[in-house]
């Protein structure tokens, strides 16, 4: 590991450090959609270790109307921890080659998850994850374009979390209102860039809640941090 490398995981184990709840992390299991490693038999095979990071950002007309709807005598402002999921550390391993399983530890175990992306046909993927605050979530996506190294999906998702008032971190029953479940649904893209010295994901979504009927918006990105030496070369087939 280089030293470039140690200095992301210094970065992200500081931010780790301020954090006590996580959203839903990016989905560690989606890189089975850019891979193009034929794998015989139904073995389990360890693929590699990733960190990654993801936001949902609320619009100020969701929090207007939650406050108004729910009340809080202590703060109108919505927790913003809620919002960020992070892993610091995912393991990510195939069966075969047509299942992706991503482990997350979530942020000191806090908000750890699961994730999986089945591999429908040639092009479609379907992927669920969940943690334990709990939330989770539903995507199916369309490989639209992929080179052997970069590549992009789009699709569309279902979303289930939590939110609550108050930027308190350590906020107890008594110190925050628990709001009811947010679900939303929207469309996402996935993009991926793989180099000599990178492999990140980015994914960029907008969603609507059901309950106000505003605009969610959705980003993330996901990167390598150490990965099982392949033994066949990317392929130069380009794929439409």
Do not use: W
Not at 199 to 224: C, D, Q
Request: glycine share 10%; aromatic share 14%; hydrophobic share 35%.
């Amino acid at each position: 590991m280089d030293k470039f490398q140690m200095r992301r995981i210094t970065f992200l184990l500081i931010i780790a450090l301020c954090l006590i709840r996580c959203a839903l992390h990016a989905p560690i299991s989606e890189h089975i959609i850019f891979s193009n490693n034929e794998v015989t038999g139904n073995n389990l095979k360890f693929i590699g270790t990733n960190s990654c990071v993801s936001k949902s950002i609320y619009t100020s007309s969701f929090e207007r109307k939650a406050h108004e709807k729910y009340g809080t005598e202590r703060d109108s402002t919505l927790n913003s921890y809620r919002q960020l999921g992070i892993s610091l550390l995912g393991f990510a391993y195939n069966i075969g080659d047509f299942i992706s399983i991503g482990i997350s530890t979530g942020v000191l175990f806090i908000g750890s998850g699961l994730d999986c992306t089945m591999k429908l046909t040639e092009k479609n993927y379907f992927t669920v994850s969940g943690n334990i605050s709990p939330n989770f979530e539903v995507i199916f996506q369309r490989r639209m374009y992929f080179n052997g190294k970069n590549g992009f999906s789009f699709g569309a998702f279902f979303r289930h979390e939590t939110q609550e008032f108050g930027t308190n971190i350590f906020n107890g029953s008594k110190q925050s209102s628990n709001l009811a479940a947010v679900n939303l649904g929207g469309i996402r893209g996935l993009f991926s860039y793989k180099s000599d010295r990178s492999n990140l994901r980015g994914i960029i979504g907008l969603g609507m809640e059901t309950e106000y009927k505003t605009a969610v918006f959705i980003a993330g990105v996901s990167f390598l941090l150490f990965s099982r030496k392949q033994k066949e070369k990317e392929s130069d087939i380009y794929d439409f």
